[in-house]
C-alpha cells in the first residue's frame, strides 16, 4: 500500500513543469524524504496555493490537523508558504526542482540524514543520464525534447559591450534593484558533489544560491538560507565574477525566484552540456565571447577560466567555440591583452512567467 502512496505522490509531483521517471532512485528518494502521511497529503495536494481553509475543504480533512502536517512538512522544504505574520498563508506542493532536491542543501548540512539523501540525489541524476543518454547524444532531438531551458544566463555586467542598447532584464544590477527580499543557501551541486567526495575544484563558494521575493521570505522564515541585504548581495556576486562563475537566472520575465552561480565541475546542468555538445539546459546571454586575433597573445590564460569549455588555443591565438559559449563574460577579465570582448548575437527576450509556477516551480 505505501509503494502506492509513494507512486501516486510522484506522479502528482510530474503535474508540475520539472517532471521525473518514476525509475527506483525517485521512488527510493521520495520514501526516504516523505513520511506516509506526508505522502498521503502529497499525493492528495491540489495543483497551485490554497489557504488552509479551502485545502481542509477540498481535501475534508480536519484544520488543525491539516494545518500541523502542512507546517511540518513546509519545516522540511515539502510544501511552499506564501504570506507572512497578518496575512492569510497560501500552501503549495513543492516541486522536484527547483525545491525539493535543493531543500536537501541549502542549510549546508552534512548530518547522515543529508549525506543519505544526496546518495540518493546522485543516484536519480545517474539513472536519468542512463535513459536519457541515447537522446542526449542527437542534441537537436533532446532540445526540442526538453523544451524551453528554465535558466539563462547573464553576462557580468562590466563586460557588457558599451555603448550599445541593454535591457534592464540583461542587467544583474537592474534585476537586483527591482527586488527587496533576497536570501543566500548553500549551492545544491556543490553540497552534493562534496558530500560526496568530490569537492569543487575551482574553489568556489558554496554559499551563493540567491533567492528573491516571496520564496526568499520563506527560505529564511524556514531557516533553509539567510537574508542578505542588497549591498551583501551585490559583494557575492561580485566575489561569484572573480571566481569566474556563472550567472543564471530564471528564464522568464516577472518574478525573479532563484539566481545560481555556476562552476563548470558541479553544476549538474553545465556538466551535461559539456558532456552533450549542443544540449541546451541553459539559454545562453544575449551575447558571445570574440576575440581580437591581431592583439591576442596566445597565452591561454582564459581557457580555465571558461566554465563551458567553448575557448581552446590554436597556433596564435585562442578561438572561441561560439555554439558553446553561453556570453557570461568571465574570460575578459583574464586576458592580459584584453583581446575578448562580448559581443551581441540575438535580441531575444525571455518569455512571460507561465501561469502554471506557483511558488518555487521552475
Avoid at 2 to 29: C, T, W
Avoid at 115 to 138: M, S, V
Avoid at 240 to 269: A, Y
Amino acid at each position: 500500500m505505501s509503494e502506492d502512496i509513494y507512486m501516486k505522490l510522484g506522479e502528482r509531483l510530474n503535474r508540475n513543469q520539472v517532471k521525473l521517471p518514476m525509475i527506483d532512485p525517485v521512488l527510493a528518494f521520495l520514501r526516504e524524504v516523505f513520511t506516509e502521511e506526508q505522502a498521503r497529503l502529497g499525493a492528495e495536494f491540489p495543483i497551485g496555493a490554497h489557504s488552509l481553509r479551502s485545502l481542509a475543504d477540498l481535501l475534508k480533512r480536519d484544520e488543525a490537523d491539516l494545518e500541523r502536517l502542512l507546517e511540518e512538512m513546509a519545516d522540511e522544504g515539502l510544501v511552499f508558504v506564501e504570506g507572512r505574520e497578518s496575512e492569510e498563508k497560501k500552501y503549495s506542493l513543492s516541486p522536484f526542482a527547483p525545491g525539493i532536491f535543493e531543500f536537501q542543501s541549502l542549510r549546508g548540512e552534512e548530518t547522515d540524514k543529508v549525506k543519505r539523501r544526496l546518495a540518493l540525489i546522485r543516484e536519480i541524476h545517474e539513472g536519468l543520464e542512463a535513459l536519457a543518454g541515447d537522446l542526449f547524444k542527437n542534441p537537436e532531438v533532446a532540445n526540442e525534447a526538453l523544451g524551453t531551458p528554465g535558466l539563462r544566463t547573464l553576462a557580468v555586467e562590466s563586460e557588457l559591450p558599451a555603448g550599445s542598447r541593454v535591457a534592464t532584464w540583461e542587467q544583474i544590477s537592474e534585476i537586483v534593484k527591482r527586488e527587496e527580499s533576497f536570501a543566500v543557501g548553500t549551492c545544491a551541486c556543490r553540497h552534493e558533489k562534496s558530500v560526496n567526495g568530490e569537492p569543487c575544484e575551482i574553489d568556489a563558494p558554496k554559499e551563493a544560491c540567491i533567492y528573491f521575493g516571496k520564496v526568499a521570505d520563506f527560505m529564511i522564515d524556514r531557516k533553509f538560507a539567510r537574508r542578505y541585504s542588497r549591498p551583501e548581495l551585490l559583494s557575492l556576486l561580485k566575489t561569484c565574477e572573480e571566481k569566474g562563475l556563472v550567472h543564471n537566472i530564471n528564464n522568464f520575465m516577472g518574478d525573479n525566484i532563484v539566481l545560481c552561480n555556476c562552476c563548470g565541475c558541479c553544476c549538474n546542468f553545465l556538466v551535461r552540456m559539456k558532456r552533450y555538445r549542443g544540449l541546451k539546459q541553459v539559454a545562453g546571454s544575449n551575447f558571445v565571447a570574440r576575440v581580437d586575433e591581431g592583439s591576442c597573445i596566445g597565452c591561454g590564460d582564459c581557457l580555465d577560466r571558461c566554465q563551458m569549455d567553448a575557448l581552446e588555443l590554436g597556433d596564435e591565438t585562442v578561438r572561441v567555440i561560439e555554439e558553446y559559449c553561453l556570453g557570461c563574460g568571465n574570460c575578459m577579465s583574464v586576458c592580459p591583452s584584453e583581446s575578448l570582448s562580448l559581443v551581441r548575437c540575438l535580441e531575444g527576450r525571455p518569455p512571460e512567467k507561465p501561469n502554471k509556477i506557483v511558488g518555487l516551480g521552475l
